[in-house]
């Protein structure tokens, strides 16, 4: 059935369905519909279905369907759906799914599925999800795809995804996520999150998290955590956590923690903690303890422990251990 001037005019196959000027005009197969001007207008394959203007014009493939002004417009492979303005509008690959204003709009990948307004709007890669607005908007470069990538929430995953990263949650993994990255929560992992990196947490990682760097918790390495740093607790390992940090607990580590050092308990090595340094305890080497030094113990070395001392405390009295190279008691 062809209703409209020049629809379905040439090659028209069976139980083809074409309304609107140029609708299915060549090359229309059997099954296929094409609703709208110049909708499935140039080789419609068989089961298609075009329904808006320019839905489906050119080289649409068997058993898609592009519903809205120029869904599916140029090359829309097979099995493939794209609905909404552009939404898959040129070169959506077979298997892909578009649901959303501009979503998977060009060179959608394999299989990858797209559903908010312009989600993965630009070169999804294969297998990726893009799941609400501008969710894995588009990849770092032309050759850098972000290909089996995930990006659930509102501008997770936008810009620079890499391959096989998940971004869950508002803004997560936003700006240049690294490949095999993991970002959950709300403006985790959001800008410059390394290769390899974990973000839980809200704001967890949010903003330069170093490569293989684990955060989680609440704010927990949130700005500038080194390579393979590990904060674990609200607040740890805040701000400028250097490689190799572990704090756990929390605020343990919160500012300043240098190479290698290590924080365990709340509030340990809070503030500026030296190279190499270990604080174990609550408030152990809280603020500024020095390089090299060990506090073990409720609020020992609290307070400018020198470099290469250790202080043992049981007593839960501050000691500082601020002469270098001693070992300062009490041990109860």
């Known amino acids: 059935m062809a209703i409209g001037n020049q629809a379905g005019q ?16 060549t090359f229309q197969r059997s099954a296929a519909i094409a609703i709208g001007l110049t909708a499935g207008s140039n080789t419609q394959g068989t089961n298609a279905i075009a ?30 759906i794209a609905i909404g303005v552009q939404a898959g509008q040129l070169n959506q690959s077979s298997g892909g799914v578009a649901f959303g204003i501009f979503a998977g709009q060009v060179n959608q990948g394999i299989n990858a599925i797209a ?13 990726g999800i893009a799941i609400g607005v501008n969710a894995g908007l588009q990849p770092f470069s032309a050759t850098q795809f972000n290909v089996n990538a995930i990006a659930i ?8 995804q890499g391959t096989n990263s998940i971004a869950i949650g508002l803004q997560s993994g936003q700006g240049t996520q690294g490949t095999n990255a993991i970002a959950i929560g709300n403006l985790a992992g959001q800008l410059t999150q390394g290769l390899g990196g974990i973000a839980i947490g809200l704001q967890s990682g949010q903003n330069l998290q170093g490569g293989l760097g684990i955060a989680i918790g609440y704010l927990s390495g949130n700005q500038s955590q080194g390579e393979n740093a590990i904060a674990i607790g609200s607040g740890a390992g805040r701000t400028n956590q250097k490689s190799g940090a572990i704090g756990i607990g929390q605020s343990a580590g919160l500012t300043f923690q240098s190479t290698n050092a290590i924080a365990i308990g709340n509030s340990s090595g809070s503030g500026t903690q030296g190279i190499n340094a270990i604080a174990i305890g609550f408030q152990a080497g809280q603020i500024n303890q020095g390089t090299n030094s060990i506090a073990i113990g409720t609020l020992a070395g609290s307070t400018n422990q020198a470099e290469n001392t250790i202080v043992i405390s049981a007593t839960g009295s501050v000691v500082t251990g601020a002469i270098t190279g001693v070992m300062r008691p009490p041990i109860a």
């Open 153 to 160: 929430g509102s501008g997770a995953g936008q810009t620079g």
């Open 51 to 80: 329904i808006g203007v320019q839905a489906g014009q050119t080289n649409q493939q068997s058993a898609s369907i592009g519903i809205g002004f120029s869904a599916g417009q140029g090359n829309q492979g097979t099995n493939t």
């Open 115 to 127: 559903i908010g307004n312009q989600a993965g709007q630009n070169t999804q890669g294969s297998g």
């Open 10 to 25: 040439g090659s028209q196959g069976s139980a083809a369905i074409s309304i609107g000027f140029n609708a299915g005009q």
